[in-house]
């Protein structure tokens, strides 16, 4: 089971509808677990950049988290990078068509190649390290692109397994991934090791949140990857598990984990 068809047919659909593709990234915020750490990660850093910063979304995909930092402080001005050609290019249509274009701005970018240096106050990278051979070069690319006390918030898949990504249980459903997922020893001793400070790493998807992940992203990506006739039954079937998805995603939230799926790691310069 793969996420990137799916990824592929809901771009090309919400492309050049703003409307939706703005009810989309509230669903997104809704219904992703991830989306709730990181809000909360995002939030807090805002409360001490309550003016002009400069930010990078690195990996932005639908650019779901450059609409979230738009909207937290309208003073802010952000870069959204990805890899993808088609993605970059959906992002700035939307957001030139949201007339945000004057603090929004999208590129491709190959993180492993990123050269800024002393660019961003803030650089947020959420699902993305899990796809990179290289993630120690790209490390020291965000170190050297911070600003002096800048912060790094990394959202990914934990050791082992995180996302269900394990292949060695009978296939991936993110056949994508380099890497099963980071333990906290080894992405602590890496961003160390590019010069990183006061680290703070947490495990996120503990229980809650695992049984959440099933519920709302498992069983309909698989139902999704079977046939796409399954778009019909979709949103039916969201308006029974979303309640439930968010009572478990906010004990998921409040929960401190001893173990968990994924990680939330909070890096300074």
């Known amino acids: 089971m793969q996420y990137e068809p799916i990824k592929r047919s809901l771009g090309s ?10 009810l989309f990234y509230c669903f997104l915020d809704l219904l992703l677990l991830r989306s709730w750490h990181v809000r909360r990660a995002l939030t807090s850093f805002a409360g001490n950049y309550p003016g002009e910063a400069s930010v990078l979304d690195a990996g932005a995909g639908f650019g779901q988290y450059t609409w979230r930092m738009s909207r937290l402080n309208r003073k802010w001005h952000i870069r959204a990078v990805d890899i993808s050609e088609e993605h970059i290019e959906d992002c ?6 949201a007339g945000l274009s004057h603090r929004v701005s999208c590129g491709k970018a190959d993180l492993t190649e990123l050269s800024d240096t002393e660019s961003y106050d803030l650089i947020l990278c959420v699902d993305v390290m899990e796809h ?7 490390f020291q690319n965000f170190y050297r692109a911070l600003t002096a006390g800048g912060q790094l918030i990394i ?11 394990n292949h060695r249980h009978g296939g991936s459903i993110v ?6 997922g980071y333990g906290r020893q080894e992405i602590s001793e890496k961003l160390d090791g590019a010069g ?15 049984i959440s992940w ?22 039916f079937y969201y308006m029974l598990i979303i309640p439930f998805a968010f ?5 998921d939230l409040c929960i401190r984990h001893r173990k968990g799926t994924g990680l939330l790691v909070l890096a300074q310069k």
């Not at 659909?13 to 703005?22: A, I, N, T």
């Not at 959202?155 to 990504?165: C, E, K, L, N, R």
């Not at 056949?175 to 099963?180: I, P, S, W």
């Not at 099933?214 to 979709?234: A, C, D, E, T």
């Open 13 to 22: 659909f919400l492309s050049e509808k703003v409307f939706l593709r703005k």
């Open 92 to 97: 700035r249509k939307f957001f030139d068509a």
């Open 132 to 138: 990179i051979e290289n993630d120690i070069r790209v």
């Open 155 to 165: 959202s990914t898949p934990s050791d082992p397994a995180g996302s269900g990504g």
């Open 175 to 180: 056949d994508e991934h380099v890497r099963d």
């Open 196 to 210: 990183f400070r006061n680290i703070s790493i947490s495990y996120t998807y503990g229980i809650p949140g695992k």
């Open 214 to 235: 099933r519920l709302s992203m498992k069983y309909p990506v698989g139902m999704l990857n079977l046939s796409r006739l399954f778009y019909i039954i979709l949103p």
């Open 247 to 251: 009572i478990l995603n906010t004990f």
